[in-house]
C-alpha cells in the first residue's frame, strides 16, 4: 500500500499543479484520391457470417495527386480497411507526403483511423466521409485533426478531393513544455522530510521550461 501511495500522489499533485498552455499551428492540404476497383484482400472470416462483408479485410495503397489531370504525387495513403459491419469500414491508415513537397508536409506523415461509411449493400462509398488524425510522424509528431472527403466523381473511378486539417502543438518542437521524469518523482520522495521532494522538482522543470 505504502508502495501505491509513493507512486500515485507525485501524480495527483502533479496532474493538480502543473499546466501547459498549449496553442497549435495549423497546416491544410488539398489533394485528390482515385480509389481503384478492388483492393487486396488479406483475411476474411473463417465461418459465414450471418452479415454480409462483415470481417473481411483489405491492404489500401492509393496515390495522391495534386489535381484531377495527376499532374503531381502528392504522397500515397496505406494500411488496412475491415468491414465490422455490412456497410460500415474501419480504416487504419498512414498518407506518407513525397519527400519532394515543402516542409513540413515534405517527408512527414499523418495516421488516420475512423469508420468509414458504404451504401446499405457495402458496395460504394458515400459521398462525404471523414477520418480522424490520430497521429504523425516528422514534421506532423503528435498531429490532431481531421481529414475530409468530398466525392467529385463516380464513373469509371471513384474520385475523391481530400483535404487534410492537420494541427500540430507548437510544444513539439519548442521549449514550452513541463517535463517531469517519474523516476525523479519517486526519487525525490525517497528524500528525507526536511526536503521538498518532488514540489523542487516541478518547480525546477517549470524554470527551464
Known sequence: MDTMKLIFLPLLLLLSISKVNASYCKYVISYYEFIPAG??????????????????????????????????????????????????????????????????????????????????????????????????????????????YEKVQKTPQTVFFVTCHIFVPDFIYGNHAVEININDLLEADAKSEDSHGHAELIEESRATA
Open 39 to 148: 483492393d487486396t484482400e488479406v483475411f476474411k472470416p473463417m465461418t459465414t457470417d450471418a452479415i454480409p462483408n462483415k470481417g473481411i479485410a483489405y491492404v489500401k495503397n492509393n496515390l495522391l495527386y495534386s489535381s484531377r489531370n495527376k499532374n503531381q504525387v502528392y504522397g500515397h495513403i496505406g494500411g488496412l480497411y475491415f468491414y465490422h459491419t455490412e456497410d460500415v469500414i474501419e480504416d487504419v491508415v498512414t498518407i506518407n507526403f513525397s519527400d519532394d513537397l515543402i516542409r513540413p508536409w515534405g517527408g512527414s506523415s499523418i495516421s488516420l483511423r475512423g469508420a468509414w461509411f458504404m451504401t446499405p449493400d457495402g458496395q460504394a462509398d458515400l459521398d462525404d466521409e471523414e477520418l480522424a488524425i490520430v497521429g504523425g510522424q516528422g514534421q506532423f509528431r503528435g498531429a490532431t485533426g481531421f481529414v475530409k
